[in-house]
């Protein structure tokens, strides 16, 4: 996917099964109110490393610091649109699947 960002291409791909340990990573942080200042300061750095990782992987080029957050937004939305498409390709019956699999009735084996 492409996206222009005051005429800055970006050409991203859904974050990968290896990234997505920065992107759960991220969420919880997010999810998560620091009870104080350096609390705060603490996970406000380790967000920016976060974010700036899984981007280095996902999109090129490298998102310029003030086109990082529409970027990562993008990003998620993408991720979440190709990980619903295959969800409803695995629930699509097959084409003889009132018959069983696709592969046709299912028989079972006897032994001899």
Do not use: W
Request: charged share 25%; net charge neutral; with cysteine.
């Amino acid at each position: 996917m492409k996206k222009e960002i005051s005429g800055v291409t970006y050409t991203l791909i859904p974050i990968p099964p290896s990234l997505m340990p920065f992107s759960a990573r991220i969420l919880t942080l997010l999810q998560t109110t620091p009870k104080s200042v350096e609390d705060t300061r603490e996970a406000s750095a380790e967000l920016k490393t976060l974010v700036k990782e899984l981007l280095k992987g996902t999109c090129q080029p490298t998102p310029l610091e003030e086109h990082e957050l529409e970027v990562y937004n993008v990003l998620v939305q993408l991720t979440n649109e190709t990980l619903e498409k295959a969800r409803l390709f695995r629930q699509k019956p097959g084409p003889n699947a009132a018959e069983g699999s696709s592969a046709g009735p299912v028989t079972p084996q006897t032994s001899k």
